[in-house]
């Protein structure tokens, strides 16, 4: 609903404004097989906060128009899974809520067939870590977002897409001896398609598909695997011929979700990291509700893990909303 990517990916993390499966660096501390590289670990950890991406996808500002959207999220998880999806830490518990601030503009003068849109995202993130009798918090400011996209919309209006590429900074606090950071320590790179489809008046299919490679952890020589994550949702509205002065007409229902999929080990110094090279995957799914206005809208989410590897496994709420400051105040229409 947003518009596009995030703002906050993966989902609440710590060193992410939405990372899904919670920041957890450090937490395979009690893990025997990663004694000698625990203070490293990202564990399974992206910078795009997968699931953000469920209303709205191919939508970009009007041009000419200066948009905001909010990201809230609350996540907490109590398992955190090894490479066969079993738990790994006993009394592993991960709880925390982000709120994330993005900012897009969509010049006026077109491309070609195409507009450029430039935007940005700032996350205030809190986080609480268990592991065993350890524990540790942080609340603070996490890594910059700063995206660039071309947008598309076909003649007819039931074909909306962006494509472009978003960089994540590492300008969130980080100590490499805690348990728990709002930032990283490294850059990543994630090139983007996000698509929305209007199959009728009613009924919208989405999809974005986001890769991330990541750079080297400099304080800690530990490199993330890169990953491709896909977020997707079917959203309907039953009542949208209805009067425009009835609640229900700007009703929408939906089922959105995620999947994750590392395809490159984790490496400290270049060595694999475990004998399997940690290797994230996670499949989140949930229902949502969507109310529609004239200039954006706003959408209430729940999203459950399932088939998660390397990760923790998380339950999250979302709330967004997407509002112009500045030039036109569309109207969304069908979506």
Do not use: C
Request: zero cysteines; proline letters at 5%.
């Amino acid at each position: 609903m947003a518009g596009g990517h995030h703002p906050a990916g993966d989902r609440a993390n710590t060193a992410n404004l939405f990372l899904k499966g919670a920041p957890v660096a450090l937490a395979v501390i009690a893990l025997s097989a990663f004694a000698s590289t625990a203070s490293a670990t990202e564990d399974g950890t992206t910078h795009y906060p997968v699931g953000v991406n469920t209303v709205a996808d191919g939508y970009t500002p009007m041009p000419g128009t200066l948009e905001l959207y909010n990201y809230s999220v609350g996540h907490w998880s109590n398992t955190l899974a090894n490479n066969s999806g079993n738990e790994t830490i006993p009394g592993f518990s991960n709880s925390g809520a982000v709120d994330a601030l993005r900012v897009m503009y969509t010049f006026a003068k077109p491309i070609g067939p195409f507009h450029y849109t430039m935007g940005g995202v700032l996350q205030f993130s809190y986080n609480h870590l268990d592991v065993g009798r350890e524990s540790d918090s942080a609340t603070n400011l996490g890594d910059l977002d700063f995206q660039n996209y071309l947008s598309y919309v076909s003649p007819g209006h039931k074909l909306f897409m962006y494509f472009g590429l978003d960089t994540y900074m590492p300008t969130g606090r980080y100590n490499k001896n805690h348990l728990v950071n709002p930032g990283k320590n490294y850059w990543s790179f994630d090139p983007s398609i996000n698509v929305t489809y209007h199959v009728n008046d009613k009924l919208a299919l989405n999809s974005v598909v986001y890769a991330e490679f990541n750079t080297k952890n400099s304080a800690t020589h530990y490199q993330s695997g890169n990953s491709v994550d896909t977020d997707f949702a079917a959203n309907y509205r039953p009542f949208v011929h209805e009067s425009e002065d009835s609640f229900a007409q700007h009703l929408g229902f939906g089922i959105g979700g995620y999947f994750l999929k590392q395809y490159t080990d984790d490496e400290i110094d270049g060595q694999t990291v475990g004998p399997d090279g940690h290797r994230a995957q996670a499949f989140g799914i949930g229902p949502q509700v969507i109310y529609y206005t004239k200039f954006g809208g706003f959408a209430l989410k729940y999203q459950h893990d399932l088939a998660v590897r390397n990760r923790a496994a998380s339950d999250t709420v979302w709330f967004q909303f997407a509002v112009p400051l500045l030039g036109s105040f569309r109207h969304v229409g069908t979506e």
